[in-house]
DNA sequence: AAGTGGTCTAGACCACAAC
DNA sequence: TTGTGGTCTAGACCACTTG
């Protein structure tokens, strides 16, 4: 058996890692200026439309900007933020990310038949079975998110093995399904602990507390829904940032 | 005088116009597939890369997506979304888009030295003195957005003319400073309508109900800071969606 | 004048999907 | 086999910023 190592790793990818190690770098040495595109295709050894199109992905989600005529920039305060809430981010690292240590508890596992709202988001048929999972996750022992991820149950290979599914429902649908998740459209709703299903108690929550609701369908690079999530945060202990740019289709 | 046509517009912006035509075109007849880029290209008579790079910015907005082999396709979902949630929408578009008939109040404005966390997030100097317009829009008559919309007064040239004030910030720093804003960074905060400014008194909400909290600062092309907002939405009549897509910088 | 990013081209080859 | 998108190149010219 001849191992053979890890090739075909695309220039497009070689670019990227590069361009990332050159990013870190100057937000250390506290510079902005990235190398001319000139430059960094030469010393890459790349052509300039390589360059420009991986340069191009960093830029459309704000971590660097261009003025024509003086250089690329990193954006300090894009790379600042500490939770970019974009999809498939583990809550259990957005506790970290703000300061605290996480825990997951694994609160029921629901096999059934959706409610409405859920199978019409993953666009289910009416006598789909569904798994429920629902979590509280807690930072420094105090509880601050509340999730319930649905998904469609013969989307998994075999059976459920709820150890897997506690730690994170992306890697079990990557691993039990081979479904990776690329974007998610997501409703931004502010509520209260006391509209949460029996009242927060289930989540041993007594007072009522403001909480952001964030309902979303998540999707696969085909467009498929595959799962059904809705998180509540306590914004308190959560920081959620976002980085918003202008529009490009529905401005003009 | 001679009238000179518009003209200098370049083959991307007409290749861009060209392709909300008919994905437009393909959202009205209910269909999915783009023409391929060969074709497309041969059509516009531009080069694949031109094309190549429209696209981008569409792929990377959710608009479109792509399928190695099979094609390109339109997102339904995504241009189905209400409320984009992206900077620089007019909150009377937001209400319309929800469907109700939009009008705003100017309630005060404030000329002074700006808090704290204002000064920080607008890098503004110790003395600065800043402008505050704090605004209510009414959906149908009934309040769903506070903001406060807050920028330095010496971006202005000449004196504020509280008018032009009401009906748009953005267009007031366009027409009045020639700022543009082109993106924000954005926390998003559940709270409650008791934790308005006197109690939300000043905005005659009696009840405690949920509010959503967006609290951004907002952005020049060249990453220069220059307003900073807090906006309040009642999500139970202001329907607020975000397409997230995940990360090309921060995974890996 | 020199250097930067912005636009644009023509053409090549590869990987994947469908018939 | 054909058509699709994915990757990649070398080179040209333009627009803007700075010295």
């Known amino acids: 058996m001849d191992i053979q190592p890890i090739q075909n790793i695309s220039l497009k990818q070689e670019v990227k890692r590069s361009l990332k190690r050159v990013i870190k770098h100057l937000e250390k040495t506290n510079k902005t200026r990235l190398p001319g595109e000139l430059e960094l295709s030469q010393r890459l050894a790349v052509s300039r439309v390589t360059v420009r199109d991986v340069m191009k992905e960093f830029e459309q989600e704000g971590i660097i900007y261009k003025i024509q005529g003086k250089g690329t920039f990193i954006n300090i305060n894009a790379l600042k933020m500490k939770v970019t809430l974009s999809p498939a981010v583990e809550f259990k690292q957005v506790i ?5 240590k996480p825990t997951v508890e694994l609160v029921e596992i629901i096999t ?42 013969n989307l998994i290979n075999g059976e459920l093995i709820e150890n897997d599914l506690i730690e994170s429902t992306f890697e079990y649908l990557l691993n039990y399904a081979g479904i990776t998740v690329t974007h998610d459209i997501v409703e931004v709703i502010a509520t209260n602990s006391s509209k949460l299903p029996d009242h927060g108690q289930l989540y041993h929550i007594s007072e009522s507390k403001p909480l952001l609701l964030l309902q979303s369908v998540y999707y696969t690079a085909k467009n498929r829904p595959v799962m059904f999530v809705k998180a509540y945060f306590d914004t308190e202990y959560i920081k959620l940032s976002l980085l918003r740019r202008q529009d490009v289709y529905f401005t003009d």
Request: proline share 4%; with cysteine; charged share 30%.
């Open 96 to 100: 970290e990310k703000n300061g605290y």
């Open 112 to 153: 059934g038949l959706a409610e409405k709202k859920v199978a019409l988001g993953l666009h289910l048929d009416p006598d789909a079975i569904t798994v429920c999972a629902k979590k509280i996750f807690y930072a420094d022992g105090k509880p601050v998110i509340y999730c319930e991820d649905t998904f469609e149950k």
